[in-house]
């Protein structure tokens, strides 16, 4: 009787102690994250319409940075924008009446038919707020005055965008340097 020697399977071990070793590892950084607060934003001194306080926004496939954006109520800022995501966004920054002209005009664009050409959204200029779109890796610089009371929201109404979570948080301070 002739005996075949039977075919042994790699041991799966390694893979056990890789996955179990990874998870180990991202469980510790986490752990050493827990307590890291924010990193704080000092203001030195708001801007004013003759020098604009210099403020740096990066969009991202369905999120701002910095997030809160730090503004003080009644300053003039320099925004610059750059979209480091992949897709063309938008920064649309007011109060709900802007937020809600913009929504407004981006339904009212929106293709009748799939493979239809959207006209450009646009509201009449007395709506305020500001509003820039750029396409992937594209930049630009736009200026804004911080109302001085109410409360100003950051949101990308491009269609789908909002519904992926494109709505950035604002933080206002009263008066002068922090």
Do not use: K
């Not at 790699?10 to 991202?26: D, E, F, K, W």
């Not at 897709?87 to 981006?106: F, K, P």
């Not at 804004?144 to 948080?169: A, D, F, K, N, R």
């Amino acid at each position: 009787m002739s005996m075949v020697p039977s075919a042994r399977r790699p041991s799966r071990a390694p893979a056990y102690v890789t996955i179990a070793g990874l998870a180990v590892a991202l469980g510790l950084v986490v752990y050493a994250l827990r307590d890291t607060p924010a990193p704080v934003v000092v203001i030195d001194a708001p801007g004013t319409s003759a020098q604009p306080r210099a403020v740096n926004v990066i969009l991202r496939d369905y999120l701002f940075e910095p997030t809160p954006l730090v503004l003080v109520r009644g300053e003039t800022v320099r925004i610059a924008v750059i979209n480091g995501g992949l897709e063309t966004h938008e920064l649309v920054l007011g109060d709900a009446r802007v937020q809600q002209a913009w929504e407004s005009a981006h339904a009212a664009a929106t293709p009748p038919a799939p493979l239809a050409t959207a006209p450009p959204a646009s509201v009449p200029a007395d709506v305020g707020g500001a509003r820039i779109s750029l396409g992937s890796g594209q930049q630009g610089t736009l200026d804004y005055t911080v109302p001085v009371s109410g409360v100003v929201q950051l949101i990308c109404h491009l269609p789908g965008h909002v519904e992926q979570g494109m709505v950035g948080q604002v933080e206002l301070r009263e008066g002068e340097a922090e």
